[in-house]
């Protein structure tokens, strides 16, 4: 505990981030709810009794809202307001549009979670009743309760890291579809190939050849051992590879005679495999290009060779961290992050009873893919974290499984990350693994 009275850290925390939000709807200010849609939008101007003092519909894209805006201004003083607060679900990038008009009026905007106000319909009269208008009046409500939030305020260079990390993502997704779909459709027409190389799919050799022979056996066996290799010499840098390995050359050759496969299937199954190729290598192309503009604002940022002091972590899985975060110090502190991650435990416990206790599963799940994949690059060279993966998966009360013990690892990294970019410190491995303790837990710096 932290004082006499009783409260804890996490006691005073909410109780400031709630004097901060009470700061932004004080009593004094109406609430001018708004239900955004593309081209319908639904105000309701509230008190916070959650009566309601005017409504109004306007069917207009969100960059012509200002004058529905000022709107809402002149009601709230009318009704004998000193001024409105605007809230709003943070739908699609039209809150940013939101944002910007209510900055230039003079606003304060406040955004409330849609699985709230999901959840509020069914508490607002026992049903699951959904129109704009009940929604408007539930952010409302939402709102003068303070379950609510400061929405980011990005510049532009974070939010370009924002839409890259966002490229990112579906050039990764694409990769793997391209990589699943091949297997399949090798595995019914032609699956000697696969048995060419132990994980055919991550060698290089075995790309460039198959791109090469456009994965046609007959092709292979028309050029022959030799003018295969040669080509596949000159097709590898495409592929990003250095090297022929010719053991798996000389499978794929041997592969090319297997008759295995469905005969009807052949002729147009290796078709659509020679197109999932080349949506491979498209799709691995454009996600290298997307990574190295990732960095590139990470240098700007000058966090590049800060965020590489962390042992395991690279620029490009640091780089996918942050995309998804935005810039760490607007957290209040290195749990909030692992909060925002959906990494924190989730209690269960009531008296005596003491429940199995697992994450949360809120907040950002592109955040949790981002670090638990940083998670299996950092391992084999970060000491720290293998010890603490190690001590979880070894110990003898309530000990995790592999995966369980990646996921608090994940949630460990991100602390680590928190702490070096916050505090603009290199990472030390005694201060990592607790060896050297200054602080029991390090807060972010006012932004």
């Not at 200002?66 to 002149?74: L, P, R, S, V, Y």
């Not at 409500?141 to 974070?158: C, G, I, K, N, S």
């Not at 292979?220 to 596949?232: K, N, S, Y």
């Not at 002091?309 to 957290?331: M, Y």
Request: positive net charge.
């Amino acid at each position: 505990m932290s004082n006499g009275r009783g409260l804890s850290r996490g006691d005073n925390r909410r109780n400031a981030r709630l004097g901060r939000l009470r700061q932004v709807l004080p009593r004094e200010h109406a609430v001018l709810a708004l239900d955004l849609a593309d081209d319908k939008q639904v105000f309701a101007l509230t008190d916070h009794d959650s009566q309601i003092l005017a409504r109004r519909t306007v069917k207009c894209r969100p960059w012509h809202l200002a004058e529905a805006i000022a709107w809402g201004q002149q009601q709230a003083l009318a009704a004998g307001f000193a001024g409105v607060t605007l809230a709003c679900e943070p739908t699609g990038h039209r809150w940013k549009v939101v944002d910007r008009l209510a900055a230039a009026a003079g606003i304060e905007l406040v955004c409330v979670q849609p699985l709230l106000v999901a959840r509020a319909r069914e508490a607002e009269d026992f049903t699951r009743d959904k129109s704009d208008d009940k929604d408007a009046q539930l952010i409302a409500r939402l709102a003068t309760q303070l379950h609510v939030y400061f929405p980011e305020q990005a510049d532009a260079t974070w939010a370009r890291l924002r839409h890259l990390g966002a490229r990112r993502v579906e050039k990764v997704t694409r990769l793997g579809a391209a990589r699943q779909q091949l297997r399949d459709l090798l595995e019914c027409a032609w699956p000697a190939a696969l048995d060419a190389a132990g994980k055919p799919l991550d060698s290089m050799t075995w790309r460039a050849a198959m791109s090469v022979a456009r994965c046609d056996p007959d092709r292979i066996h028309r050029l022959g051992r030799a003018r295969l290799a040669r080509a596949v010499a000159k097709e590898l840098p495409r592929w990003g590879g250095q090297r022929v390995c010719h053991r798996i050359l000389d499978a794929l050759y041997e592969a090319a005679a297997d008759p295995r496969g469905v005969p009807a299937q052949r002729l147009g199954g290796l078709e659509r495999a020679r197109f999932a190729l080349a949506d491979l290598l498209h799709a691995q192309n454009s996600r290298d290009q997307v990574e190295t503009l990732m960095v590139q604002v990470l240098d700007e940022l000058e966090l590049t060779d800060l965020v590489t002091t962390i042992d395991g972590l690279s620029a490009v899985g640091a780089a996918a961290i942050l995309a998804e975060t935005g810039d760490l110090t607007r957290f209040d502190s290195a749990r909030a992050l692992v909060k925002h991650a959906g990494l924190c435990p989730r209690e269960n416990a009531s008296g005596t009873y003491a429940g199995k206790t697992t994450i949360s599963g809120r907040g950002r799940p592109l955040l949790r893919v981002a670090s638990w994949r940083a998670v299996w690059g950092a391992l084999p060279h970060n000491e720290v974290l293998a010890a603490r993966h190690a001590h979880l998966t070894s110990r003898e009360h309530n000990r995790l499984t592999d995966a369980q013990a990646r996921v608090a690892v994940a949630g460990s990294l991100l602390r680590q990350l928190f702490v070096v970019v916050t505090t603009r410190t290199p990472w030390d491995a005694e201060i990592a693994s607790g060896q050297h303790r200054s602080r029991s837990e390090v807060d972010a710096p006012a932004a």
